[in-house]
């Protein structure tokens, strides 16, 4: 007994060093705690302005401005009850982190912020209203803002026909140029250049994509955010990448070996906000709201502040009516600039090596990451991983208990539910009971997806967990089931006082497996939206990512979540070598000699 | 066993020899008689009983014998309605109880087990006070003395808090033996309870039933021991091929073999 005891303490002994070096690393991390870092979501100020591009490509389609409107509502005339808001008295905002310096959030702040979301909290003020934001996927927002999960999207939305049959647009307050981006060095020097033989990335759903599909008529590589698509050109992935222009200077640095090489722009895709459509009151309003902090001056100083550059000939932001903004001279600002600064050709491509070991182990960032994966990231991660783990642990009982029913009519639903959730991958479910049941339940939850997206991981759980709970259950032993009904219990006292808890215990270590996948899949909440405090690891290191283009945070996660990981999967061995060698102490034939004889 | 457990002694507990206080629940067990007539029983085209009758008056034993396959076991089954008969009728003191509801009758029948069946999740106590507890509304420390009790009485009590797994299969069976009389039953079915024993272990457990047999309960004890047959109970059934081949006396059946079946079949096993 002692001895086969004392083996497996030492087997969990083993684990404690791989602890201690995972611990390690992430440990330094914890003890400085250096001063957060804004990184790139803080506003560039004026002295960054730039010209407007001369590697202009030849537009083409000066078309006429169809969709500005003439003039504004009053903004007296605005009735602030009338404007159909899912909170009454608050603007909620779906927005990104992940495209500074025209959207960001702030880690220092946990805020949502840039240039996009600076305005519209302006706005809000004028209107006299609060505003609240969340963080989304941008492939998922235009329909969120249709059904009304968020009352506007704010996300450098480049106004397209197509997205026009989806939401409504309010007038322009930022323009987009978008860049064509390679690596130094690259055959391509303009768009005309681009081949069906190219890697062409894009972020799935954007202009870009539309353009590189319909425009150029190739076939783009798709991404879930710039952040990504840009890693992607760097590390030689893709051979070109079409960006919003902020974005694009917002990314690019000499010392990643990549160069923006030339711009396209059309005055009919400006950039705006996203409401829901038929919502007139709230698209005047903004457009009002608009207006009067162009005629106030709040416009041109925010945008000095975070997009200093020129304006593009016969555009100006807001309705037809409103006054241009009163901006610098931008153009002589950016030459200005550019003579003081040394020549930039200076600047040395880093190797390939030392490339990816500064996107994967940036010491300083992981250094950063700690504290907010730490009391944002892990408390979430934690709480999404147990309460999706309970929800599917009662579901999958139900499931599992009817799926061996007598009864069809609970075998044949059980069956299905089982069917239908396993076949589906998990990002597929929770998109689509986020943002399908979302808007039916929003009165209970508050339209915070949170929940939400805890109970479709449980419901997704659920279909696995009750299958191990069915195996365990149809493991244990007939004549369990005859002794029981021979005591006199009934069908459901024997099922719950002798088979399932027999059951139960027999897959703990299948159970366990499924909570660590859990623990992993809350990671895919992370499309439905969440505010800045709800984010879970992933998403603190995603945003991170974002808002640095570097990948450390995300490898900082990582590292959570093996810590998490790592032990309960040692657990697991654990409790199931227990179990194993529980069995074979039964029955030596040495108790029945003394049991016999004494 | 025990002096004070004496089954058909009214409250044994509270009798003059012993100073013990009564134990909760330990009713006494008061022995019915158990009838099964022209029971017919098939699994699709399987027919394992053939019209079986069996008549086993209160306070006797009664053993089933027969080559494998022949209906025994079976026979058990459908006499508690664990399997219900498709055709023929139970009678449990002299009342057809083939309207009742089974859960109802099982509890008035004890059964042991060829393979034992403790529940390996709980404890030698808690097996035996599972039932009185759930079933027989005792309280949990109610059940917990009756079934420390029971335990006495097949003399394991010091194994009480310990795991069915760690037990010796002579022991597990005593075990078992317990739990189904913590339920205080009217009748007894012991189901070839020393088959899986290891053969120096058997002796002990037909001695237990041999003094439950002794104590005037009602026992159908189906088993391939012909010494038990023989010597304890008062009635012998040969079954064969689904049906009673020949019944009665120990002595007329073992001595004085009307059919050629059964001729062949003891001249097999003995």
Redesign the interface.
Known sequence: MIAPRTARSVRLLAVIPLLGILLALVSPVGIAAAAPDAGKCAPPGEASASAAPLNLAAAGNQDVDKYTTPGVVPLESINRDALGLIKPGTITVGTLGDAPPSICLNQATGQYTGFDNELLKAIAQKLGLKIEFSGTEFSGLLSAVATKRYDVGSSSITTTDARRQTVDFTNGYDFGYFSLVVKTGSPIKSFSNLTGGNRIGVVQGTVQDEYVKNVLKLEPVKYPDYATAYANLRSGQIDAWIAPSAQADGQVKPSDGTAIVENTFSVNNFVGWAVAKGNQPLTDALNTGLDAIIADGTYAKLYSDWAPREMPQGWKPGSKAAPAPQLPDFAAIAAANAKDKPAQGAVEEKGTFAQLGDTFFNWSLYREAFPYLLKTGLPNTLILAIVSGLIGTVIGLLLAVAGISRTRWLRWPARVYTDVFRGLPAVVVILLFGLGIGPIVKDITGNNPYWLGAIALGLLAAAYIGEIFRSGIQSV?A??M?????????YR?SMS??II??GV?RVLPALMNQFISLIKDSSLIYFLGLLASQRELFAVGRDLNANTGNLSPLVAAGLFYLILTVPLTHLVNYIDTRLRS??R?????E??????KG | MTENSTPSTPQAATGTTTTKPAVPGKTPIVPVSLEGKGLHLAFGSNHVLRGVDIDVPAGTTTTVIGPSGSGKSTLL?VL?R?HEPQQGDILLDGRSVLKDDP??L??R???V?Q?F?????KTVAENGA??PR??RGLSADESRELALAELEVVGLREKADARP????????QRVAIA??LA?RPQVMFFDEATSAL?P??V??ILALMTECSAEGMTMVVVTHEMGYARTVSDNVVFMDAGKVVEAGTPEKLFEDAESERLRTFLSQVL
């Open positions: 032993e004549g369990q005859e002794a029981s009904r021979a005591i006199g219990f009934s006292q006082l002798v808890p027999q215990r529980g069995k102490e039964q029955t030596p034939v108790l029945d000699l003394a049991a016999e | 089954r508690n664990l859960d109802e099982r509890r029948i004890g059964m087990f393979q069946n403790l529940f390996p999740h599972l039932g759930k079933l797994s760690s037990l010796s299969g002579g022991q597990q739990r189904a339920m290891d120096e272990l002796k002990g």
